[in-house]
């Protein structure tokens, strides 16, 4: 019997029917951010690993999709390297480049590359697949879509309430009702500095992002294994457990800060 073809775990296929609702969505979100004058660019899938390692954390290189370079791959290496089996020695000779993990980095090198043809400040958005090497499970894909928008160039805390105002606008034109809630970096930055931990902030941030799914427990042995402090560990607790609304939790963490 004629084995019936597939395509690979944590990918899909998307009917005609669903393309016509997701370019819908996608032309709504389009349109906001030109009303906001957002310009949209694009990048290659792929980029070189050398912008892409190290920007994510351990964690996140190891879900890079690599990619092997063309040719004889395996002539740069001697027998006994071969026999080693020593993956992350293999990847580094035999893989030059590497599929996006996100379009924050890939965004970055591009103003880099381009900042001499760029007027500042530069408003972005950007609407492409990225890969991920994950598990595949419910509601989490090995290739999915992102959208981001990014205002470089300015420190000035408008462009944040322009985020806000498009997010809203665009939920609105979709009919959906959501709460929006507010990130900020420094905050979580302070919390690493104040627990006597300011060297591993993505760590400890990583971690927190995990509460939900893995609970806190795991998120503390996880903390140990990168090696924060049972004193830091100590000092955290009451931040990751805090409750009630924005002017409660601030009030408390000047209390316990």
């Known amino acids: 019997m004629t084995q019936k073809p597939a395509i690979p775990k944590g990918t899909r296929d998307f009917s005609p029917v669903e393309m016509a609702k997701r370019n819908y969505i996608f032309d709504t979100i389009r349109e906001i951010f030109h009303i906001f004058g957002f310009q949209q660019i694009e990048t290659p899938a792929m980029e070189n690993?050398?912008?892409?390692?190290?920007?994510?954390?351990?964690?996140?290189?190891?879900?890079?999709?690599?990619?092997?370079?063309?040719?004889?791959?395996?002539?740069?290496?001697?027998?006994?390297e071969l026999l080693s089996k020593n993956a992350a020695q293999f990847a580094a000779k035999a893989c030059e480049k590497g599929l996006r993990y996100d379009l924050t980095v890939p965004f970055a090198r591009f103003v880099v590359q381009h900042r001499n043809d760029l007027a500042?400040?530069?408003?972005?958005?950007?609407?492409?697949?990225?890969?991920?090497?994950?598990?595949?499970?419910?509601?989490?894909?090995?290739?999915?879509?992102?959208?981001?928008?990014?205002?470089?160039?300015?420190?000035?805390?408008?462009?944040?309430?322009?985020?806000?105002?498009?997010?809203?606008?665009?939920?609105?034109?979709?009919?959906?009702?959501?709460?929006?809630?507010?990130?900020?970096?420094?905050i979580l930055t302070g919390i690493a500095e104040m627990i006597g931990e300011a060297g591993k902030m993505t760590d400890i941030t990583v971690a927190i992002d995990k509460l939900d799914k893995i609970g806190l427990d795991a998120v503390n042995e996880e903390l140990r294994n990168k090696g924060v402090s049972e004193q830091a560990l100590e000092?955290?607790?009451?931040?990751?457990?805090?409750?009630?609304?924005?002017?409660?939790?601030?009030a408390e963490l000047k209390v316990t800060l």
């Open 49 to 80: 690993l050398s912008v892409l390692m190290g920007k994510y954390g351990e964690e996140g290189d190891k879900l890079l999709f690599k990619i092997l370079n063309s040719g004889d791959c395996l002539e740069k290496f001697t027998e006994d």
């Open 120 to 186: 500042f400040p530069f408003k972005r958005y950007q609407i492409q697949p990225v890969w991920r090497a994950d598990r595949p499970q419910k509601g989490r894909y090995r290739e999915f879509y992102q959208c981001d928008g990014d205002v470089i160039g300015s420190d000035s805390l408008l462009y944040e309430v322009e985020f806000i105002q498009i997010i809203d606008e665009v939920f609105r034109r979709l009919g959906l009702h959501v709460c929006v809630k507010l990130n900020n970096r420094k």
């Open 235 to 250: 000092l955290l607790q009451p931040v990751i457990l805090l409750k009630g609304n924005n002017r409660e939790q601030l």
